[in-house]
């Protein structure tokens, strides 16, 4: 579970009064963190697993180890990629070559300069044998790195072995620790992990199993040029140390907030307007990548017929449900791609509310007969939960007959992967390459929900492309056909809320989900 996904909005999703217990436990953390100005603490849902990429790393680790650790290129918040570690990079041999030039003067946390060895060693070792790193598959599979050349310190070349436009894009993926650069100083002679040398603002520090893990700032730090922006820009630490720590009850996170025990924690809509009035709180908010659907098995022998599932779409206001689950905080969506990407376009005529008329004259040409269709959800996530039952009562108010079958969520994640189901109310981690909002849906994968050849063409082009407006057009033609087609309903894209001591100075949110804490000062 990701520290700001779909999991921390269901971990954080009730709240009810805590025990004295737990307030007391809080509480009495207060007047030590008070005494430590110089120290920011983040409250987490859970303990991290660790930092080393290639073996253990996981959604809770990120918020500590893009602190810690950089990789040549990364994120803005306009969901573009820039340079890093990098200075500048280009494509060159029609695509298949990308050449990075590294930046003068970075130094590993061991006081070591950076050189392109560096980043090939960091590369062999999250491709190698033994490692489970998350983007392995993707560089040894569908965007296939030939090789990694170093003509010069300064130079590292990455081959494909066909061009891929989104190449840039996923070496900058969050969730793949950002294709981290350490140094090897990083693992023992055996080979066995040891401690994270990056070259971040923050070094790694104490670290206490179920309770904190610690950051610390890093004096030698050089930092990239321009303005603040994501994961891009100037990054300066401006407090010596960073706490996460690890509050697994979500009442004792917003009592942690109100004491001070905690600068900032991600809170739930239900959430917002009581910190908003808090007189020491603030919430920064922003919509994320995160994305909810109603997922439709076109080779169900009810759904394979399109007229049905045009008139399930035309009986949901996306409005309502997004509405209804997030107590009036959230937006609906006809589309998987991301407001905050800039190859979103509103759509022209975007329908969010129902249309009973169309929906029953739909139902009617293809004979519909009252056959149930029976929506999976599952209970541990209640975002699923809650929206399947909204679904529910819309449909039905179309005359479409809709049941429940609730499910733990492993096994819903089983028949989702094998495709073995009618209808499932479902949620996506983030995206953030541009044709990624559509792979998450499109292939021929048992667990993709679009198997359409035309469709998955139009995806390997747009993945291939690296022309903004060519990916932008097919961007475009993909949603055409996924409103004629309706694989899937789109329902609305999750918006991150976090609590933030008004102490703090310079904190955002930001569709990357995980807050930056550079740049960021304590009162």
Known sequence: MAFFSPG?????????????????????????????????????????????????????????????VEGLVAYGDDLEVGPVLAQSY???????????????????????????????????????????????????????????????????????????????????????????VFHSSSVGPDGAWKTVVGTGPFTFGERRIGDFVEVNKFAGYVSPEGEPNGRLGRKEALVDRLRFAVVTDPSARLVGLRSGALDLTPITPQAVEQIKAEPTL????????????????????????????????????????AQGVSFGQW??????????SKYYTQPENEQLGASLDKAKALLTEAGYAGQPITIIANKQFEGMFDQAVIVQSLLLAAGIQANIETLEWGLQLERYTNGNYQAQSFGYSGRFDPMGAWERIIGPES????????????????????????????????????????????????????????????????PLETPALWNVSKQ
């Open 282 to 321: 603030d919430v920064v908010s922003s919509d994320t990548t995160v994305w909810y659907a109603l997922l439709l098995n076109s080779k169900d022998p009810l759904l394979k017929d399109k007229r049905i599932r045009q008139a399930i779409a035309f009986a949901i206001d996306r409005t309502a449900v």
């Open 447 to 510: 667990r993709k929900v679009w198997k359409d050849e035309a469709a998955i063409a139009l995806l390997d082009k747009g993945m291939q492309a690296s022309d903004a407006e060519e990916v932008k057009r097919v961007s475009g033609e993909l949603y055409k056909m996924f409103m004629e087609e309706v694989p899937a309903v789109s329902l609305y894209h999750v918006n991150l809320a976090l609590g933030v001591s008004k102490k703090l100075k310079g904190v955002h949110a930001s």
């Open 8 to 68: 921390w909005l269901e971990s954080t999703r009730q709240w009810t009064a805590p025990s004295a217990a737990i307030a007391a436990l809080v509480l009495s953390a207060a007047p030590a963190y008070a005494q430590a100005p110089s120290m920011i603490t983040v409250g987490m849902t859970e303990d991290v697993r660790g930092v080393d990429p290639a073996r253990e790393r996981d959604g809770m680790s990120d918020p500590v180890h893009m602190h810690v």
């Open 331 to 340: 937006a609906g969506t006809t589309t998987p791609m991301p407001r905050a």
């Open 90 to 180: 280009a494509v060159e041999d029609d695509g298949k070559a990308y050449v990075f030039k590294l930046r003068k003067g970075v130094k590993f946390h061991n006081g070591e300069p950076l050189t392109s060895a560096d980043v090939k060693w960091s590369w062999d070792y999250l491709m190698g044998p033994e490692s489970i790193w998350r983007c392995k598959a993707v560089f040894d599979g569908a965007i296939k790195v030939a090789s990694v050349e170093t003509p010069d310190p300064e130079t590292i070349v990455y081959k494909l072995a066909k061009p891929n436009g989104s190449f840039i894009y996923n070496l900058a993926r969050p969730d793949c620790a950002g294709t981290p």
